[in-house]
């Protein structure tokens, strides 16, 4: 129903910035919430941040003032723009979408879609 790409890691100097960017495809009508995970060597996937269609966004604290979720409604698509880069941050980042609409009437499917992932690096 739902496959997202993403795009946009790589190799980033400690205090750079990187903008990532993830695009939703499939048959559907309408997304609820889009957003960023993360999974780090030998830890578990933590939430970044999220956005849902209305505009509300949400951050870990690891991130806030220094990272900041959009998303463009007609082109389906999340963007996160990462600024300050720690080598903390270093990941693999993980798009996601919460809930979708699909189908004629829209009924509402409330699952969880996940791109590929993506690295992120930060180190001198």
């Known amino acids: 129903q739902l496959q997202l790409v993403e795009s946009g890691g790589g190799l980033v100097q400690p205090g750079g910035s990187l903008r990532q960017s993830c695009a939703a495809s499939g048959t559907f009508s309408g997304i609820n919430t889009m957003g960023w995970y993360r999974q780090a060597p030998g830890k578990q996937r933590e939430l970044v941040a999220t956005i849902t269609n209305g505009g509300i966004t949400n951050y870990a604290d690891s991130v806030k003032g220094r990272f900041t979720i959009s998303r463009d409604n007609a082109k389906n698509t999340v963007y996160l723009q990462m600024n300050s880069l720690k080598p903390e941050d270093t990941a693999a980042y993980y798009c996601?979408?919460?809930?979708?609409?699909?189908?004629?009437?829209?009924?509402?499917?409330?699952?969880?879609?996940w791109g590929k992932g993506t690295l992120v690096t930060v180190s001198s």
């Open positions: 996601n979408v919460r809930g979708i609409w699909s189908g004629t009437p829209p009924r509402y499917y409330g699952g969880d879609y």
